[in-house]
């Protein structure tokens, strides 16, 4: 099996202690992921593919990932703990974060997806996940910065606590050279992002806003809740496709998909999901609405 790079495994090795044990957990679209177990804490070490076609941007974006994490956490937006070490490796680059505990949030909805969901534990569950994801997203957005990867794998859902990963595309204020951003995975791309790169080159950087931020988490709970994605349009179709649906705010409706009727939690969804970024609340303004409607 693929174990992690030489270099990541001498260091952490030197720092915390041996036996460290090595599992590869996800290998998709240029890097890998392993959980990495030492005597000390546990650890999620990540490393890009290489003589792969975008190796190189893999590299970089993993560079560019431990930067904004190093940024961050002085703006206290990552808790100082996070993020542990980082480094080249001989075939590109590698970064250790600190493992957390949680499924991702489409496997952690499975109940909740169903008609059993229809139940009053898990109500206000779903509720208070919506509201610490936006406590978390809040953190950053508080920070100038927005996450500009919001969507259900990045999202680890730990009983009523979620987890933000994944920072490798983050927006920040007055950021260097840096990877363009061009969207990230297309069903959570909000439209005033799908409108960018559609009418903008390969090369050029899109500055997602935190109420980018905003549209993929509605998007997310939308599609992890209903089972469908947000959005109508063929698997078959290309990206440009289904991005031209999205930035023409081309919804399906929630009435017709939702599993239950769930009208806090439908709102909520709704609202996040506006075609025009200043009808959307901020995720500030979700995590208050969310405390009220609990009470
Ligand atoms: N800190 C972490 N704790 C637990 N699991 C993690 C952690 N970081 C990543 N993972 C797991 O590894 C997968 C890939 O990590 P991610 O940072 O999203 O990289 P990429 O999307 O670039 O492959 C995640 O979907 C998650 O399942
Ligand atoms: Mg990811």
Redesign the pocket.
């Known amino acids: 099996m693929t174990a992690p790079p030489r270099e990541a495994m001498g260091l952490l090795t030197e720092r915390f202690g041996s036996p460290v044990t090595a599992d590869l ?2 290998d ?2 240029g ?1 890998r ?1 392993w ?1 990495v177990v030492t005597p000390a804490v546990p650890l ?1 070490v ?1 490393a890009n593919v290489p003589g792969q076609d975008r190796a190189r941007d893999k590299a970089a974006e993993l560079e560019q990932e431990d930067q904004h994490l190093l940024h961050l956490t002085k703006v206290s937006a990552v808790e100082p703990s996070y993020r542990v070490d980082a480094g080249p490796w001989e075939g590109g680059q590698w970064l250790a ?6 499924v ?1 949030l489409w496997h952690a909805l499975a109940l909740a997806r169903g008609p059993e969901g229809n139940r009053p534990s898990v109500r206000p569950w779903l509720l208070a996940i919506a509201r610490s994801w936006a406590q978390r997203l809040a953190g950053l957005h508080a920070a100038g910065w927005a996450h500009a990867d919001v969507q259900p ?2 999202t ?1 859902v730990d009983a009523e606590t979620v ?1 933000l ?2 920072y ?1 595309l983050a927006c920040g204020p007055a950021e260097g050279r840096r990877v363009p951003y061009r969207g990230a995975l297309t069903h959570t791309t909000a439209p005033e992002v799908a409108d960018a790169v559609l009418s903008t080159s390969a090369d050029t950087h899109i500055q997602a806003r935190p109420e980018a931020d905003v549209w993929g988490l509605g998007a997310s709970l939308f599609w992890c809740w209903t089972g469908q994605r947000p959005v109508a349009y063929e698997d078959t179709v290309d990206r440009m496709a289904k991005l031209q649906a999205i930035a023409r705010g081309r919804t399906v409706p929630l009435d017709n998909v939702r599993p239950w009727a769930f009208p806090a939690f439908e709102r909520i969804i709704t609202a996040c999901m506006a075609t025009a970024p200043d009808q959307r609340p901020s995720t500030a303004q979700v995590a208050a609405g969310l405390t009220e409607a609990d009470q």
């Open positions: 957990l996800s998709r679209r890097s992921t959980k999620a990540k974060v600190r493992w957390l505990d949680g991702p794998t990045n680890l987890h990963i994944d490798a």
